[in-house]
């Protein structure tokens, strides 16, 4: 038989009084956890389906933004609640992995945490709700599997019979299939076939949307190649060449200069002159190396100083310099070239010669 003091009941009725407290609290909180991922879900409801509205949006830099993708739209939306943000990572991750249905994923996550509600206030534990979720989500998987079909990558019809449903819904809808079209030449040009037998569509490092100034959305076109808004250094360099020699670096094609802070005394004008001599010599044996492999383009990552394309000029070499990194790996792919980091290490295999045409011409003002 067990017998409680006075005291000891007085301790486990404040327990108990405390827990029902925490739980009280606990579920007092989860309105607003459901009312701020509804709003979210509310807010990229109206942009879903065929008779879908757009968003007009102020960006933080002040420009307009006009869409109906639900990505772009919680994108520039700032939010302070957790359950938000956690649908708008759900939003970002689908992008991410899928490029689609960010919208349909916002709508569905907020009519599941919508049904959810009153199971919690009916004190079901959320671990259970999880466990039930899952459960529906293989059988989801299952049924899936069922209705899934097989689709010949060769066939440009069902290709793009697949490719409108998910890009002729936005605001291009208005140019019929024109971008769809575009979308499916620029997925097969950087496709590459692995030693599997399967295909690689790396649209992230070797797909890249170049914008110009000017013009119409209808006189978009996908390059076979590479295009990066420069111009040759030197206007005396050429323009266009024909299966030219191509030779990738990631090193300046000038004098390097002290990482700190140099004084240097000169004592008479022979000084000054020995100094630039110097300088010259320097940059006359970077350039030699070049010449020696007999590139006709050189394309840099770094700058390139005047005396520089003045020995590039007169062994009849065209220079482009400051290519961003990724330009420059794009090249890499398309011409063969290896990047080279000194111009002490450059041999003949580091040429490309896969390229088969190298042209600038002015688009809109825009050199490229």
């Known amino acids: 038989m067990l017998v409680l003091s006075q005291n000891t009941k007085r301790e486990s009725g404040r327990k108990a009084q405390s827990s ?38 102020l960006d933080p830099m002040g420009g307009i933004v006009v869409t109906n993708d639900g990505h772009a ?10 359950a938000a943000k956690s649908l708008l990572e759900v939003s970002r991750a689908q992008d991410e992995s899928v490029g689609d249905g960010t919208t349909s994923v916002i709508v569905l996550a907020g009519e599941l945490l919508g049904v959810t509600e009153p199971l919690l206030e009916r004190r079901i534990h959320p671990t259970q ?86 013009g119409s959305l209808a006189d978009s076109q996908v390059l076979n190649g590479v295009m990066f808004n420069k111009d040759v250094t030197h206007g005396r360099m050429r323009r266009e060449i024909r299966n030219p020699r191509v030779l990738l670096l990631d090193c300046p094609l000038e004098y390097k200069k002290g990482e700190s802070q140099t004084n240097i005394e000169l004592t008479k004008e022979s000084d000054f002159a020995a100094i630039l001599r110097q300088e010259e010599e320097e940059v006359s044996r970077m350039c030699a190396n070049i010449i020696a492999v007999r590139p006709d383009l050189v394309i840099t990552e770094k700058g390139v100083s005047d005396l520089a394309q003045h020995f590039l000029m007169k062994a009849n070499i065209s220079c482009i310099r400051r290519v961003r ?27 490309g010669t896969q390229y088969r045409l190298f042209k600038i011409q002015k688009l809109c003002d825009v050199y490229c």
């Open 73 to 82: 739209i919680l994108r520039e939306i700032d939010v302070t609640h957790p």
């Open 129 to 214: 709700i999880v466990q039930s979720y899952m459960k529906v989500l293989d059988d989801i998987n299952e049924i899936l599997k069922t209705l899934a079909i097989d689709i010949n990558v060769e066939d440009d019809k069902e290709l793009a019979r697949i490719v409108r449903s998910s890009i002729d819904t936005k605001f291009v809808s208005r140019w019929g299939s024109m971008i769809s079209d575009l979308a499916i030449q620029a997925a097969q040009i950087v496709r590459v076939k692995l030693p599997n037998n399967k295909y690689e569509i790396d649209m992230k490092r070797y797909a890249k949307i170049e914008k110009i100034p000017g």
């Open 20 to 57: 029902n407290i925490q739980v009280r609290s606990h579920f007092h909180f989860l309105p607003y956890t459901f009312q701020a991922a509804k709003a979210v879900a509310a807010i990229v409801r109206t942009t879903l389906g065929p008779k879908a509205m757009l968003k007009m949006l």
């Open 325 to 351: 990194k990724t330009d420059n790996n794009r090249i890499s792919r398309v011409t063969g070239a290896s990047i080279v980091n000194r111009t002490e290490e450059i041999n003949e295999s580091h040429v």
